[in-house]
Every structure is written in C-alpha cells, then in structure tokens.
C-alpha cells in the first residue's frame, strides 16, 4: 500500500509514518523485500555508501573457529556418522564458503551435512550460479534450502521440494537474529508496561510517497521520534504472548524504568530449533551487540545500513530463556559484535574444551582492524606499513577473497599492475558480493597495463 503525505509538520519535515509499534513499523517490510528482491545487492556499494556489514562475520578465521568446535563434537562418534549442519542467513555464502574450507582442511568434510540457507531465494541462486561454491559438490558436500526462521517447517529446496529439519547437531546464526521481530519495553510498575512506538519524518519529500523499495535510495534523510504508551497485555499478538515469562523474569532482576528488547521473534525461532536439534545441540550465534553499535546511543534500539533495518538484540534474554531451557552457554564481546555458544548437558564433559576453542580467537578484532586500515593506504611511501599489515593478515587469512583483494591491493602500490590484476580476478571469481568494488578495482589497474 502506497505511502501519502499526512501533512507537513515543520517547515522541514514531512510524516512518512504516523506513530506506529516499534515492531509493526514499514522499516520491517522495507527490510524484508530488500534482501528478498536485491539478494547479494544488499551487501555490495553499487546502490548504497552503507552497505550490510559483513567482512569481520563471513571471515576466515571466524569460519574455522567454529569448525573446531564442530571437529570437537566429532570426537567418539562413528566415522559413518554426519553431523548436520545449518546455517540460517547465509547473505553472500561466503561464510559457507570458508567454513567448508576449513573443515575440508580440518578433516571432516565428508563427516557433516552442511545445510545452507536464507530467506531470499535469490541469494541462494546468485550463490550457486556465481560459483561461490565451485570447489565443492552441491547434494555432497552441501545443500541450499530456502527458509524463514519463523517457519522452519516450510522449508524448500531450490526446487520447490519440501525439506526436512531435523536432527540438527548445530545452528549457526550470524546476522540473523537482528532481522527477527522485537519490541521495546519497559516496566513502569509491578504490574504495567509500556511500549516503544515510532513515527518517521523526512526531509525528503519524495519519501513520503514510496511505493517500491526501488524508489528508496536509503534512509539517511529519515528522522526518528519516539514515545511510550501502554502495552495492554489482553492486545498481544499470539508469538508476542509466548515468551512473556522469560520477559517477566528478566525484569524481575532489572530496576523499574528500565528497558529491554523484547526479541519475542528470536525467542520463537529458539522454541522451534530446540525442538529440531539432536541431545547434543549446539546453537551458535554471533551479531550486533547490544549497546555497542556503531554511531549507537544508549537508548538506539536498532541501526540501519542502506535500506536495511537491523534491531539490536538483547543478549541476557536470550541467554535467560536458554538457561530456563537447561542449556549451558559461553559468551564474548569483540568490539561491536556479540558472540554467543548455546549447549546442552551432554558437552558438559567437554566444557572447558569448548570454552578454550571459543574464547581462544582473537582475529576477529584483528580482521576488522586490517579492513579499516588498509583500504585507507594510498601512497606508495607507505608500502612497508602495507606489507606489515598483509604480512598479518595472511598468517591468519590466505584463502579468502578478503586475502586475495588486499594482495591485489598491495601489488597495486608496488606498481606490480599485472600481479594486482590478477589477485583481484582471483578474488572476483569468490565474491561477487563484492562485485562492484572489485570490477572498479580490476578497470582501475587495467588503464595502468
């Protein structure tokens, strides 16, 4: 339904939306054809200075992190034996990529059912027929299945065909859990609550009469005004009415005013998953954390990055509920990333193995530090900083597009034209995610040939 102006509000602004529950905002839907309609668009420059951020997450190191945890949970059981493996949210499938990397490396390949999904069928097929998977055999080594967390049960294969989810031995969530439901509350009193509601201004006039995501370049001339209002419990929606214990518990431990996520969507998915897994589950999930967003303040409940939409979670609700469930779980921070490792009784024997392979890894804060830095130099006088820099990369990092662009990068201020260009073809021939960039790149260093 097309967007009209209500009135003008200021000499400035125009209402793009009156007031309207955080949650049931046109954010949301706009967030949702985006990736739905743009795939791997979403995480690429060509349409947007701010683009879906997904270096650090899709990472190499990050990838095989986690495969040691999954080579750990191998151990005692039958080599005849597979674990499945999905992974929600693939975005690029670059994350896929170097996670097969690196059990193909660790040894277990053959041993797990590597199940790839997302909810944009698209991305999926950009995936496949991109050849971001080329060194591995699709239906052997992995599976792409197309799926909405909140309905686990209706997931597909590409072609159509029902595709069942059971007998999970591991989930991976990266980026996913900010694109679920949530709804700010706070509690006013023992028994009273209120909720966060938006409205939405523009400066732009133009803004206030979208019909097609395609009209919105993004969301930077958007203003946000906020107020709360009674949240009358007999009104709720039914998934935003299962959970309400875990939300009643946590307040019980928070003073009175105080606000916090109600990631009710989140809460669902966990509900159905946990009846997906198998005794010795494990549910991995690693996104914005909560309060340490980029350009966040105390009170932000989500951030936006083009025309995407991402909430900011809640950790110590979702750590609760898991909790109320008999999990054990182990948690870390790295800048503006929250990671968190959700494992039933049975890996109690080998907790403390676990807690030493996941709080081990410290590349993550030194990828995100060579990505910030290295882009920014430019002048040949700094080619021995460039080296040191890729030097450090590489000894965690040699097999990514990531890797391959910055050794392009670097033969580039070396003059090596012909060497650049081909580390950046290698590197496009991975990623075309980052298609437009590297395309920018490879023209670029061809006028130098």
Known sequence: MPMTIMNKITKDLYIVEDWTDFDNSFLDRISFENFLEKGLDVFSKKDSTHIVPHLTITSYPH?????????ENLKGLSPNHKLRILEAGAGTGIFSRNFLIA????GFLEQIEYIITDISELSLRQIKDRGTLADFIENEHYKLVVLNLLDLDAAQDLHSEAFQLQNLDLVICNYVI?????????????NSFEKLQIRILSSDVRNANITNIKELKDMSSFVFEKRWIPWELDSLSEIQSQHLNTLNELFRKEPLGSEIRYCYGA?????NLNSKLTDNGIIYISDIASGLAESSKKDDHFSFYGKTKANMIQESLMILYFKMLGYSFLEKRESTLARLLFFKDKHKSSEKVLKDLFLSINDLETIKQITNLFP??????????????????LEIDNVSATSLTFQGSYHFLLKDYQKALEFYKKALEID????????????GTEAFI
């Open 267 to 271: 809460l669902a998915v966990f509900a």
């Open 103 to 106: 059990a193909q490396e660790l």
């Open 376 to 393: 920014k130099i430019t002048d040949s006088s700094l080619v021995q900083v460039a080296k040191a820099l890729l030097d450090r990369l």
């Open 63 to 71: 990838a095989k992190n986690i495969a040691k945890i999954v080579k």
């Open 432 to 443: 075309f995610s980052s298609q437009w960039q590297l395309e920018f790149k490879i023209n």
């Open 178 to 190: 900010d694109q679920l439901p949530m709804l700010p509350i706070k509690k006013v009193s023992d």
